[in-house]
């Protein structure tokens, strides 16, 4: 008996140090892949760009409101953007406002950007990247209509919780990026149907701060694609140019629409 108990204990001794044995490897080989693809991404080269830019853009706007129904403007853009990214992550602020005017209307817009996307798809000499993530921003549209000699102020605010993407290419010096957004959910605000706002700027920006709503696919529908291309001159600074078009539609309240496409240019400037 006591040799079966010894026999026995020295059994479930073995079988309980070889299940320990399984485990660690076990959670060895699942972990150590992540841990394999941090460490790499802390090795790999990370860069920050500043990313100045100038250019113009056509726009069609319809405001219920303001009883605008497509009408075309000519608007003047500026944006400043902040880029940090390696082969594994993708990091970008920025910050753009654009502002133009016809003769039935006058219209300004700022729009301020964060997102943030990791690779999904990328090859072994990093020459493209995929990219998947988010972006949160906020749009502030304020429009100014001339109707029969009395000017009528209006605005489409929305801050939005967006899918973004990004791919990349990289030939020698060569660099083209190709961005896209749609806005998942959020919230907006548009006038009121029983007022009219007439006031100055700082009223309208406070007036714009009510009758806020919750907005989704269900009454906001969104797009927005840029592509640009970048030629490295030195390694610090490189020249820049590229397209968007913009898609926004709102129906809560007085219908909103604008609709348009950009160019742009400008350049480059890497940080240590």
């Not at 079988?15 to 972990?31: A, D, E, P, Q, Y």
């Not at 999904?120 to 493209?128: G, I, V």
């Not at 009395?150 to 605005?155: A, D, F, G």
């Amino acid at each position: 008996m006591i040799d079966l108990f010894v026999i026995t204990n020295k059994f479930y001794s073995t079988m309980i140090s070889r299940h320990n044995k399984l485990k660690f490897i076990w959670i060895t080989g699942f972990v150590f892949p992540f841990f394999l693809q941090e460490v790499s991404a802390q090795q790999e080269e990370t860069k920050s760009l500043h990313s100045f830019t100038g250019g113009v853009s056509s726009r069609l706007i319809s405001d219920e409101y303001n009883h605008l129904s497509l009408e075309k403007i000519i608007a003047t853009d500026f944006s400043w953007q902040f880029s940090n990214f390696n082969a594994y992550r993708r990091k970008q602020l920025s910050v753009n406002w654009s502002g133009g005017r016809s003769e039935a209307m006058q219209l300004n817009e700022l729009n301020i950007e964060y997102s943030e996307a990791f690779s999904l798809l990328k090859d072994k000499t990093n020459r493209f990247n995929f990219y998947l993530g988010y972006k949160i921003g906020t749009d502030p549209v304020f429009i100014n209509a001339r109707n029969q000699q009395v000017n009528s102020h209006s605005w489409a605010n929305t801050t939005s919780f967006s899918f973004y993407s990004a791919a990349t290419y990289y030939r020698n010096k060569n660099k083209f990026l190709l961005d896209l957004s749609l806005p998942l959910i959020g919230f907006g605000s548009r006038p009121l149907m029983t007022t009219t706002y007439q006031e100055d700027v700082n009223a309208l920006m406070y007036n714009s701060l009510n009758h806020v709503f919750f907005t989704s696919l269900h009454n906001q529908q969104a797009v927005n694609i840029s592509i640009q291309y970048s030629r490295e001159l030195t390694n610090r600074i490189s020249l820049q140019a590229g397209c968007r078009y913009n898609y926004q539609q709102i129906k809560e309240g007085y219908y909103f629409l604008e609709k348009g496409y950009g160019f742009y240019a400008g350049f480059l400037y890497q940080l240590k």
